[in-house]
Nanobody, 121 residues
């Protein structure tokens, strides 16, 4: 099983950026796909998650209303649309897959390499 996150980069505050996470090696139809992030000097934290086959979603309070998680079944890919990002959103973003739509990273079995997002003020 492989997860590949991409789409990170430098974005101005108030702009937009879309992260992608492509899955391969198995069918993710029964999995929850999650996004986490880790800022320098901080612990990794939950951002958002969605159940692949029902579109049920959840968000951290810090990103609710600004970020949107979605998926493309045909491409086995999940996205994180980041609108109106803030400098405090600067972090390495990771995608993960697991059986339950929970916010703890211990609940996720598969992880991709992170992609750096830097938000300038």
């Amino acid at each position: 099983v492989q997860l590949q996150a991409s789409g990170g980069g430098l974005v101005q505050a108030g702009g937009s950026l879309r992260l992608s996470c492509a899955g391969s090696g198995r069918t993710f139809s029964n999995y929850v796909m999650g996004w986490f992030r880790q800022a320098p000097g901080k612990e990794r934290e939950f951002v958002s998650a969605m159940r692949w086959n029902s579109a049920s979603t959840t968000y951290a309070d810090s990103v609710k209303g600004r970020f949107t998680i979605s998926r493309d079944n045909a491409k086995n890919t999940v996205f994180l649309q980041m609108n109106s990002p803030k400098p405090e959103d600067t972090a390495v973003y990771y995608c993960a897959a697991g059986p339950l739509i929970l916010t703890s990273e211990e609940s996720y079995d598969y992880w991709g390499r992170g992609t750096q997002v830097t938000v300038s003020s």
